[in-house]
């Protein structure tokens, strides 16, 4: 079993455990900051993983037209925020 099996499998533990990591790290005789390092290589690890996921949501807009008696007007929406990624995506915000 390589170092990093047996760190992952005692951080999978000691989140079992309900201990503090320092009194893990006590009653299984590891150094702290050891584990520490590779409890927080095997979070950011997992974490990676989890954020490959895409997730959309829908933003509703508002109506364009509004009715003033019985003539019909429409709204012009001001542009509030435009915002341009690098990757060449615009959010306008309106």
């Known amino acids: 079993m390589s170092i990093e099996s047996k760190m992952y499998a005692l951080a999978t533990q000691w989140r079992e455990s309900g201990l503090s990591k320092k009194e893990f790290c006590r009653v299984h005789?590891?150094?702290f900051h050891q584990f520490y390092?590779?409890?927080?290589?095997?979070?950011?690890t997992n974490n990676d993983l989890n954020s490959?996921?895409?997730?959309?949501?829908?933003?509703?807009?508002?109506?364009h037209q509004a009715s003033i008696g019985s003539k019909s007007t429409e709204i012009k929406s001001k542009k509030v925020l435009s915002?341009?990624?690098v990757n060449?995506?615009?959010i306008d915000f309106y």
């Open 29 to 31: 005789n590891l150094s």
């Open 37 to 44: 390092y590779w409890e927080k290589k095997q979070r950011k």
């Open 52 to 63: 490959s996921e895409v997730n959309f949501f829908s933003i509703s807009t508002p109506a």
């Open 83 to 85: 915002i341009e990624l």
């Open 88 to 90: 060449g995506i615009k």
